[in-house]
């Protein structure tokens, strides 16, 4: 049930764009992204919910689709903050607990 | 307004002595989570508590392992009788309320567990 991201790294110069996609097999109702730095904790980036809107702030943006339980997060014009790995969260066999992707890990190079 | 406060940063055990871990949420929130994260791998779910309860253990190792949070004071993970394997860090995320809606988890800075 734990959520594949795609791809697992990936390497991109200051001013690129990224699109990091999560998939998941069973059916979602929400899925939460998060970022965390190396021997940091994880940052809350956004939530998407069933039948909401793409959300997005700043120059990260994510959009859900529900049909083929599947979210993507879409980072323009990369900035060297971004730096860090991102995994995407779903809902657990409870209503509360997360199931988190592996993981992908970006790296913005100046 | 503090966030999620954990304790101790940094834990080293020997073999066979018992890790305490605490979580303090952010305030206003009832709801707490523990994740364990090995190095290079994702957070994997342990358990979710409320006060006095525990309302899903299901991540969480049926031996050694056990977690509380009472209705004062942190919510504290406990290992007992550690093995090397248990490192890690431990981290913990509260959150208001969760149900449709699901509200977002706030993570604290997390306890690297290191055994000797």
């Known amino acids: 049930q734990q959520p594949v991201q795609s791809p697992q790294a990936v390497i991109l110069r200051e001013g690129e764009d990224a699109v990091i996609n999560c998939s998941s097999s069973?059916?979602?109702?929400?899925v939460h992204w998060y970022r965390q730095k190396h021997g940091e904790a994880p940052v809350f980036l956004m939530i998407l919910l069933k039948g909401g809107e793409q959300k997005g702030h700043e120059k990260i943006s994510a959009s859900f689709n529900e049909k083929k339980q599947q979210s993507s997060l879409y980072l323009t014009a990369s900035q060297l903050s971004y730096s860090g790995t991102y995994f995407c969260g779903t809902e657990g066999g409870s209503q509360g607990n997360l199931i988190f992707g592996k993981g992908t890990k970006l790296s913005v190079k100046p | 307004n503090a966030g999620v406060m954990q304790n101790p940063r940094h834990l080293v055990r020997r073999r066979g002595q018992e890790a305490r871990l605490r979580c303090s949420p952010m305030k206003g929130h009832s709801h707490v989570y523990w994740y364990r994260q090995l190095p290079e791998e994702g957070l994997k779910f342990m358990v979710y508590?409320?006060?006095?309860?525990?309302?899903?253990e299901s991540g969480m190792p049926k031996e050694r392992f056990s977690a509380e949070f009472p209705k004062e004071g942190p919510s504290i993970l406990r290992i007992q009788q550690v093995v090397r394997g248990d490192s890690a860090a431990y981290f913990c995320a509260s959150s208001r309320n969760p149900g449709p809606g699901l509200h977002e988890q706030f993570f604290g800075p997390g306890t690297r567990l290191t055994v000797l």
């Open positions: 508590l409320q006060k006095e309860n525990i309302i899903d």
């Open positions: 069973k059916a979602l109702y929400s």
